[in-house]
C-alpha cells in the first residue's frame, strides 16, 4: 500500500476539489510513492503527533486540520514539518472537504447526537473531480428524537462531546437541531430560516450569542475540537475496512487546556 493509495481512497470519501478557496488540503508533506503500514490518525498534527507516529512507526499521519495553512517562510529544526520531513512520514489533509462530504464531520456530529435523515444546513457551490460544479452543504439539521428543555439540551451536548459548553437558551424546547463542526457561527442564519431549536457549533462570538437569544434559539458552542473529533474513530474504521492490511491508529489530543 502505498501514500497514494490512501490520497485516492480519501479522494473518493470527501473529494479533494471540495476543499474551499482558503484551503490546503491534500498530500501537504511526503511522497506519494512512499510504502506505507501503520497510519495515524488525527484532528491535528503537533509535536507530540509526530512524537507517536515515530514511536509507532506509522508512515503516514491523516489530519483533518492543515499541518501547513499559511505559507512558509523557513522550516527550521523543531518545527513539525521539519520533523515529519527528518522522520520520513507523509500526511494527508482532508479539511473543508471532509466538513462539505457526506459521511464527514457533520455527519458524524449529528449522529452522536442522535439525528436522523439529515438534511443539509448552508449551501456551498464547489465542484466534483470531473471538475463539474455541484452543490454540497456545510453542517446539518434534523430532529432529535424526544424535545428536550434548552440547558437538558446543552447538557446533552456535553455528555455526548465532551469538554466543556456555553450556551444561551432560547424560548421553546429543543426538537429541531441544526449542526455545523467547528466554527459555525456564520451558519446561524441557516439555521434559523431551517426552523431550528438550537445550533451546535463553536467558536462563537460573544454579539453572535446574544443574536441567537434574540430570536429564542439555543445556541450550543461545544468546542472546536470537540464537534470534530467525533469523525475520528469513523473515518479510522473505513480506512480499516478498505486497508485491512493497515495498521490504523486514532489519536485524540485536545492541547487546549480549561481550567
Known sequence: MLVSDVFSWIDQLAPFSYAMDFDNSGLLVGNPSQPVEKILVVLDCTPAVVHQAVEAGAG????????????????????????????????????????????????????????????????????????????????RVSFIPEPMAPGDFARFVKKQLGGNVRYTCGNRPVHRVAVCGGAGADC????????????????????????????????????????ENVVIEPLCQQIRDYFPQAEVIAHHLDEIQVL
Not at 457549533?201 to 472546536?224: C, M, N
Request: aromatic fraction near 4%.
Open 60 to 139: 503516514l499521519i491523516v489530519t483533518h486540520h492543515p499541518v501547513i495553512f499559511d505559507p512558509l517562510k523557513q522550516i527550521t529544526a523543531g518545527s513539525v514539518v521539519y520533523q515529519l520531513v527528518s522522520a520520513g512520514i507523509a500526511v494527508i489533509c482532508a479539511h473543508t472537504n471532509l466538513d462539505l462530504a457526506r459521511g464527514g464531520v457533520n455527519d458524524a456530529l449529528a449522529r452522536r447526537l442522535g439525528l436522523k435523515c439529515l438534511e443539509g444546513l448552508t449551501p456551498v457551490s464547489c465542484t466534483d473531480r470531473e471538475g463539474r460544479p455541484v452543490t454540497e452543504y456545510l453542517g
Open 188 to 227: 446561524l442564519a441557516d439555521a434559523l430560516s431551517t426552523g431550528a431549536d438550537a445550533l451546535v457549533t463553536s467558536e462563537v462570538k460573544h454579539h453572535i450569542f446574544l443574536l441567537a437569544a434574540q430570536h429564542g434559539l439555543t445556541l450550543v458552542d461545544a468546542g472546536h475540537f470537540h464537534t
